[in-house]
């Protein structure tokens, strides 16, 4: 997806990251894992959202890396933060009572409801089951969050119909779920891929394609989802990443100063 | 008081064969060159617990001496997999691999009713996901209050509870900084504790963010500089990000991987 | 973002008759200053939550103005009695005085449940002793691991959390350090939250032992030098330890109060 | 009880605040309540015990202070600790794990199993009962503490028959009391008053007169006490207080550096 020489160019993963950080245009805090959400959300604190106030489940609250954190233990994540809780702090006083405004969460597998596997995955019977890391934060992140954002490379891989083992819970097996089961944060609002976006339908509360990221398209989307992707009546198209979101992502992954 | 030791003689007074070790440091302050003295000793049948098991456990289920690993997330930050891990729970090698998995507010509530002395913590968490069938350390607990239904997990009491610091003084009293992690937790939890430092000095000196651990709350100190290598001590040492990326392809093989061992581990020099 | 207010503003808009209020200080950073505002509004009918109601809350409640007091230690430290709160729960004066009584580790523990969002907390307490029977926020609660019965203590959530503490930014980031009590956990476990600080400066330089409070979890900062008079602000004043002595006297007699409060509090300046 | 102009000359008070701080030689941690236990617990660290740690329930640990402190929240306190936690932590992480030696209490009344109340005193039928300052840490000092010195002085009104309200548990009802209630310290071990020290008998964990303070006798002592007090069969005289420890016990009380 990369265009070269034909003046703006960026590649798939940089459509992910750049709207994975516009999506956090509006938020006040963000817990923030390794990896894509941490990309994004500093990309967001360059961009979209200067006052964003990063929470890293070490225990670093207002974050203000100057690079992009090399694991989420950085010791500039302590050195920049407001404050530094031990971790049973973090969980038990910051993420618990629902203070922090949005969760960023990544994902091994992701069914058409949000929930997600980060444990196994299964393989052929009689084989072992391949093991992944397992929960860390996120089944506390998924639950407490006021929301979630999950960002994941589209693959059929990933977007499965059914997951292997449910290591976070999204909106369970529809509306009514998180309730039921005393969730108090709103759970997944959007799913970011390198295709587009994906969002709850507000009755069924089942992931649907509402965006393309530019150079991308609805039957890709749904070519890269492992169950009947349904698309909203008006797919729109992603704005294209502006010259200042780029700079400051690749700025961000060179380990420039920002 | 604390006894200060040296790591050699620490390690072989306080981890013995089928003892719970708690090794802990989040990303920062990873106790590597304890774990690698145990490993030169030989301390087998072990059951290990640490929120992150990063590749400071890699490493000792690579090299067989462990039976049951408790954990919240077992991966190589910001890498991958730990490939060593992988295997034991895959393929059992070289030797099976028993598992008691976790989230990381389940596992640092658990270190804290350690901590406090409890049997167990409260929490609101677990909810909707599968990880309380399978793991008999979660249960579920009525609020006397409101009938709300919350997740009980328990305790973790470790034999034995081992991180690095920065400093201690001669009285052992020991104190670090940054990133504090679960590490108070983890050496109040547990029955012995051995705190590996950076270096002693005569005063500690009171510092931002500190945690202080009297000398009458540890069992042992031994001065290792650089003993967190990989990761990092703050004020002494930055994160080897190198070390972890090449961990990946040198922890694939297990000829890699046994080659590594023999030369790093078990043919370093005792501290 | 906190917003940085007048006392007088804070006070207004943050505490409301019936409200349940929980000042906090362990003896240290107590925020006089923000009660005296209080008593000036006449703001009534309120629940005060605190660990040790020390003077600050004999003067509440002679000024008439508790309905109800949840506390753990009701006394003058180191001098004796607290007379308007006695003469409140003995003979109803100036209005009667609802008593909800708890150990100090179970209101730590109330906090600390309150902050963490959870309904109740555990501990081992209470056992043996009267005040479980008489305090309906104590309730036995059965370890689900080992079957052992322990104290469960309903979490408290306060309408309004008032602190002191030495700093301020201008961004409502809270400092305060020495001894930090429970006013982390009573900020967090509030609905809204007033914190008097010594001072507003323009960047918070962090220190050892310091509590940090982000402003986004603080509702207002006012800036009140000598705001936690007669205790004190580490690094900024000392006890007055002849105000605590002379207040016994002073407050045994409900005329002497009276006059006290008038010439004192009410003829005092807003702030 | 003073001998002015004899020699060594002390009050009955001083008697019991040299004792008090004999019975801590052989701590390595108390935790240490203000009033007479705070002025024993100063007058060891001077005397019989320099490297006993101090741990107030304002979250010091391992405090030195220079004079007695005015209240358990004197600024000092933070300044001379080893560590600083707060008041939650002090009580989950270091007192009720058994991590702290002896405890020092105080008490209005006390019965004849040193349980203790510090929370009302009834008066005549009809008329309101006396309020005291209540619970304090006591409660779980009481419990979880390896053992508790109760330092009072001798009269009738606080040795009773029977407590009007039990604020924390000593020996209950006699032996076994403390193990059926999941009590893990020893309790009480000694009460150190004006006139003597009184310690449980090992059959009936019922107090005992088991020493006099010097000029004083085991009829004062009886005559002090509100139930029948029984005597050990050898009644120990307590040794005179020394020159070292008055000078050291006078020096803290006027406030002079030690």
């Known amino acids: ?102 969760g960023f969460l990544g994902a091994a597998q992701l069914d058409r409801h949000a929930n997600i596997n980060t444990t196994l995955v299964r393989t052929a019977p009689g084989r072992p089951d391949l093991r992944l890391p397992g929960a860390g934060g996120a089944p506390e992140i998924a639950a407490h969050c006021g929301e979630v954002l999950v960002v994941l490379r589209h693959t059929r891989r990933g977007l499965v119909p059914a997951l292997d083992f449910v290591t976070s819970i999204g909106h369970g097996t529809g509306p009514g779920s998180r309730t039921r089961l005393g969730l108090p944060g709103r759970g997944p609002t959007a799913v970011i891929t390198d295709l587009g976006i994906l969002r709850p339908a507000p009755d069924t509360a089942e992931l649907t394609l509402t965006d393309v990221h530019p150079g991308a398209t609805p039957a890709q989307a749904r070519a890269a989802t492992g169950w009947d992707l349904r698309t909203a009546p008006v797919v729109r198209t992603t704005p294209e990443p502006t010259a200042a979101e780029l700079a400051a992502l690749r700025a961000l992954k060179a380990g420039g100063a920002a | 008081m604390a006894e200060i030791l040296t790591l050699r003689d620490a390690v072989a007074g306080l981890v013995h064969d089928g003892d719970t070790v708690a090794m802990e440091g989040f990303t920062h302050l990873i106790p590597f060159a304890a774990a690698h003295e145990v490993i030169r000793r030989g301390a087998t049948d072990l059951t290990l617990v640490r929120m992150t098991p990063d590749l400071i456990y890699d490493q000792l289920i690579g090299a067989g001496l462990v039976r049951k690993l408790v954990f919240s997330w077992g991966g190589n930050p910001g890498v991958g997999s730990l490939h060593r891990f992988r295997d034991a729970v895959e393929n059992g090698w070289p030797r099976p691999l028993e598992v008691e998995e976790h989230s990381h507010a389940g596992m640092a509530n658990r270190y804290a009713a350690g901590a406090a002395g409890l049997p167990f913590a409260v929490l609101r968490g677990y909810r909707g996901t599968g990880l309380a069938a399978r793991t008999p350390t979660v249960a579920p607990v009525t609020c006397p209050f409101t009938g709300e239904e919350l997740a009980a997990v328990a305790a973790v009491n470790p034999d034995v509870a081992v991180v690095h610091a920065q400093q201690a003084d001669r009285a052992g009293n020991v104190q670090f900084w940054g990133l504090t992690g679960v590490q108070k937790e983890a050496v109040l939890a547990a029955r012995r504790s051995l705190v590996t430092v950076e270096e002693v000095v005569d005063e500690l000196r009171p510092r931002p963010g500190a945690v202080v651990l009297p000398g009458w709350a540890v069992t042992a100190v031994a001065e290792v500089p650089g003993g967190a290598h990989p990761s990092y001590a703050a004020g002494y040492s930055v994160r080897d990000n190198a070390y972890y990326r090449d961990w990946d392809a040198l922890s694939r093989d297990r000829a890699g991987f046994a080659a590594w061992l023999a030369e790093h581990v078990r043919g370093g020099a005792p501290r």
């Open chain 1, 1 to 102: 997806m990369t265009r070269p020489g034909t003046g703006p160019a960026w590649t798939a993963d940089e459509l992910m990251e750049v709207n994975a950080a516009r999506a956090l245009a509006g938020a006040r805090t963000c817990f923030v894992g390794i990896g894509l959400p941490s990309t994004a959300a500093n990309l967001a604190r360059r961009t979209a959202n200067p006052g964003l106030v990063l929470v890293y489940e070490s225990g670093a609250i207002g974050a203000r890396p100057s690079r992009l954190p090399q694991s989420i233990g950085d010791g500039e994540l302590a050195d920049t933060a407001d404050a530094v809780v031990s971790v049973p702090e973090l969980f038990n006083y910051w993420l618990q009572p629902g203070r922090i405004d949005v």
